[in-house]
């Protein structure tokens, strides 16, 4: 996984969450962990048994040069890398181009045609770079191709949904999510969440199939 504040760093969290190993791969020395809140995430990955990786010195500090140069490592040592989202010009794509050059598999998420962060999304998709995934089974299905993975589809009824969220971060979102669309600003200023913030964990839920995007926003996924 990516070592980035954001969705990368929720990826590792709900791995550990879950008794699961995940890797982490710095773009600076592993005495400079960046962003510095990072820092207890660091402590419990290799507590968990997971794994930090970096090619510089320990002091080497981070920058936006070495997280690019970093990027061949992550879709390096995966089976395959996902786009969440991808603005016009993103380290992301970067990292998408080179996985495909890897032979590795390479997916994301379509974005409405008028999102600035999923331009780069669509372009992977347009341009065969990319194959579009909507759900979980969809990464798993791309995935098993390259190595077999069980898969159980979650057939847990909206209320025991609930309860899952009462255990997370996610529940601050998913509490003003209802059968009534609601918008990414109506949950911002009802939260102390910035709008990247919600936007990841919404792009989370709908991954999970606790949610839906609607033309209207966002609702409840029955």
């Known amino acids: 996984m990516e070592w980035r504040c954001g969705i990368d ?11 699961g190993k995940t890797i982490a791969v710095l773009g600076c020395g592993f005495n400079n962990i960046f962003p510095k809140e990072n820092e207890g995430l660091f402590k419990k990955i290799i507590d968990s048994g997971g794994l930090i990786i970096s090619e510089y010195e320990p002091e080497v500090e981070a920058t936006s040069e070495k997280f690019l140069e970093r990027n061949r490592i992550v879709s390096g040592i995966a089976l ?3 786009v969440i989202e991808s603005a016009h010009r993103s380290g992301t794509s970067v990292t998408a181009r080179i996985a495909k050059e890897q032979g590795k598999k390479v997916m994301a998420i379509p974005h409405g045609i008028y999102e600035k962060t999923g331009v780069g999304n669509n372009r992977l998709i347009k341009n065969q770079i990319a194959v579009m995934v909507r759900t979980t089974k969809d990464i798993i299905d791309e995935i098993s191709e390259v190595q077999y993975i069980d898969y159980k589809e979650n057939v847990e009824i909206n209320s025991n949904v609930k309860k899952v969220c009462l255990n997370n971060d996610y529940n601050e979102v998913y509490q003003f999510i209802s059968q009534v669309p609601c918008t990414v600003n109506e949950i911002y200023k009802k939260t102390n969440k910035s709008i990247s ?6 792009l ?10 609607v033309a209207r926003g966002y609702k409840v996924e029955k």
């Open 204 to 213: 989370m839920l709908e991954l999970e199939g606790y949610i839906k995007k």
């Open 9 to 19: 760093s929720v990826a590792h969290i709900k791995t550990l969450e879950e008794k």
């Open 197 to 202: 913030e919600i936007n990841n964990i919404l």
């Open 80 to 82: 395959g890398v996902l």
